[in-house]
C-alpha cells in the first residue's frame, strides 16, 4: 500500500466536505472529487488492481491508464463547466434585456409626470 497517496486522498476528502459545509463548494460538483479522490484511495490501497484493470482494457504500461482517466476525469470537468458558462451567459443576457425594458418603463413614467 502506499501510505502517502492514502493520506493525501483522506485529506481531500476532508477538505472537500469541509469546503461543501462552509458553502465554499458546491454539493453536486463536491461528489464527482470525492468519487475520484476515492478511486485514488482504492488505487493505492490494492496498486496490483491497476494493472489487472490496464491489461484487461489493453493497455500495456498500467501507469498510462491513470492518465487517461485523469485526462476523462478533466475533460468532463471542463465540458460541465462551460455549460455552466454558458448557461450563466445567456441568464445575464436575459437579466440585461429586462433591466433595459424597466429602465424604459422608469423613463416613461417621469415624461409623463412631468
Do not use: C, H
Not at 472537500?16 to 453536486?28: G, T, W
Not at 500495456?60 to 491513470?66: A, F, K, R
Amino acid at each position: 500500500m502506499n501510505w502517502l497517496f492514502i493520506v493525501i486522498g483522506i485529506i481531500l476528502i476532508i477538505y472537500i466536505i469541509k469546503s461543501v459545509m462552509n458553502k465554499n463548494f458546491d454539493m453536486y460538483e463536491s461528489i464527482l472529487w470525492i468519487m475520484a479522490t476515492v478511486v485514488i484511495i482504492i488505487l493505492a490501497i490494492f496498486p496490483k488492481s491497476l494493472d489487472l484493470i490496464s491489461t484487461k482494457i489493453g493497455i500495456s504500461y498500467s501507469p498510462s491508464l491513470v492518465f487517461l482517466l485523469a485526462l476523462v476525469f478533466l475533460l468532463f470537468i471542463n465540458f460541465k463547466q462551460s455549460r455552466i458558462i454558458n448557461e450563466q451567459k445567456l441568464k445575464t443576457a436575459e437579466l440585461a434585456q429586462q433591466l433595459a425594458i424597466l429602465k424604459e418603463k422608469v423613463e416613461e413614467k417621469k415624461n409623463k409626470n412631468e
